[in-house]
């Protein structure tokens, strides 16, 4: 939903519904994206229908290897990220477990212990005086 800035994911993690924002960044592209195609499902394979668990890691492994990032980079890594990102910019915490579809709050809580951890290795300026 364009006008919203919404996309309904269907039976995402945990086979749960959920709403996520569309980045102002690439709406105009995915609307014209959106425009080009006429299947069922956002991004499909080859042979038309929904892309597999395995096409979906592959995709994820060669854009990291060409964004040259040396890490494991995996599907649900980019889930955390997003999380860790959102509670550091200052989402409350019950808006990331609406989004994230947790049904328990304490399931969302374990990104604040990432986000503290990622804290507590930032190097004080005052350090390099």
């Known amino acids: 939903n364009f006008d919203e800035g919404l996309i309904h994911v269907r039976l995402a993690k945990g086979k749960k519904d959920r709403f996520v924002t569309i980045p102002s960044s690439i709406k105009e ?3 014209n994206y959106c425009s080009l195609d006429s299947g069922n499902y956002l991004f499909e394979s ?9 096409t979906i890691q592959k995709i994820v492994q060669n854009s990291a290897k ?11 890594l980019l889930r955390h990220s997003f999380a860790t990102h959102l509670l550091e ?6 808006i990331i477990q609406k989004l994230l579809g947790h049904s ?7 990104y604040t212990q990432i ?3 990622s804290i507590k290795n930032v190097k004080s300026p005052l350090d390099n005086l």
Do not use: M
């Open 29 to 31: 592209e995915l609307k």
């Open 46 to 54: 080859n042979r038309g229908g929904k892309l597999t668990k395995d």
């Open 66 to 76: 060409k964004a040259e990032i040396r890490k494991r980079v995996y599907p649900h």
């Open 89 to 94: 910019q200052g989402t409350d915490l019950r």
């Open 104 to 110: 328990d709050i304490k399931t969302t809580q374990i």
């Open 115 to 117: 986000s503290q951890a």
